[in-house]
C-alpha cells in the first residue's frame, strides 16, 4: 500500500511541475495563418457586406484584424470583397428573376 502512495505522490509532483511549466509560453506568435483565404474569407464576411455594401476595403482588414486576431494581405481583401459582391448581386438578379411570375400569379387571381 505505500509503495502505491508513493507512486500516487510521485505522479502529483511530477503534474504540478508540469502545471507550472506549462505557464510559460515561448513558442512564437504567427499572424498569418495559411489556412485563411479569400474564399473562405469572402464566406464568413457575406453578412458585414451586405450590411454595409460601400465598406472599405480597409474597413474590412481592421474587422478581419479585430474578430480572428490575424492579419490578412489588402488582395485577398479585396479578392474576398470582390466575391462577396458578385454573390450578393448574384442573389439579388436571382430573386427579380422570379418577380415577374409573382406578379403574372397576383393578377391571374384578380
Known amino acids: 500500500m505505500s509503495v502505491q502512495l508513493e507512486n500516487a505522490n510521485y ?52 474587422k478581419v484584424s479585430r474578430k480572428w486576431n490575424i492579419e490578412i494581405s489588402k488582395n485577398m481583401t479585396y479578392r474576398a470583397k470582390v466575391m462577396v459582391v458578385k454573390n450578393v448581386e448574384d442573389s439579388f438578379k436571382e430573386q427579380f428573376k422570379r418577380i415577374y411570375d409573382y406578379i403574372h400569379e397576383l393578377l391571374r387571381t384578380i
Not at 14 to 21: A, D, F, G, S, Y
Not at 38 to 51: A, G, P, Q
Open 11 to 62: 505522479m502529483l509532483i511530477v503534474l504540478i511541475v508540469q502545471l507550472e511549466m506549462c505557464d510559460v509560453h515561448t513558442c512564437s506568435k504567427d499572424f498569418n495563418l495559411k489556412l485563411m483565404n479569400s474564399k473562405w474569407l469572402s464566406k464568413h464576411m457575406e453578412k458585414t457586406v451586405r450590411e454595409k455594401p460601400h465598406m472599405k476595403v480597409t474597413d474590412m482588414r481592421e
